[in-house]
């Protein structure tokens, strides 16, 4: 049986390596001077993005293919979404249609 100076260093090496994992935020796309950033993100299937309104005004984000549509998001306010199906799948602002951005779903 490994002594306790022994076990206890294998426990903190199995939690230095776990911790990151389960420390990890999702990924995040800013919304700020009328704009998405990254403007464009690959992320794994199974992945959720958060959208995090980082301007003045409100905003909100619209799936083109009418997936899903956020609510208007005042500064500071934050949607999130799944994304499950690998694609593509492009997004504007309701209310600025010009901002757009992408989000890729790889398998």
Do not use: W
């Not at 206890?8 to 420390?23: D, F, K, N």
């Not at 984000?61 to 199906?85: C, M, N």
């Amino acid at each position: 049986m490994p002594n306790q100076k022994t076990f206890l260093a294998a426990l903190g090496l199995a939690l230095c390596l776990v911790a990151p994992a389960l420390a990890a935020e999702p990924p995040t796309v800013s919304i700020d001077n009328f704009s998405f950033a990254p403007r464009e993100l690959r992320v794994a299937a199974g992945t959720k993005v958060v959208f995090v309104n980082r301007d003045d005004i409100p905003h909100n984000v619209v799936d083109k293919a009418g997936a899903f549509r956020s609510a208007a998001l005042d500064t500071g306010e934050s949607f999130s979404i799944q994304f499950d199906k690998p694609g593509e799948i492009v997004y504007f602002c309701g209310l600025h249609p010009q901002m757009t951005g992408k989000i890729v779903v790889v398998p």
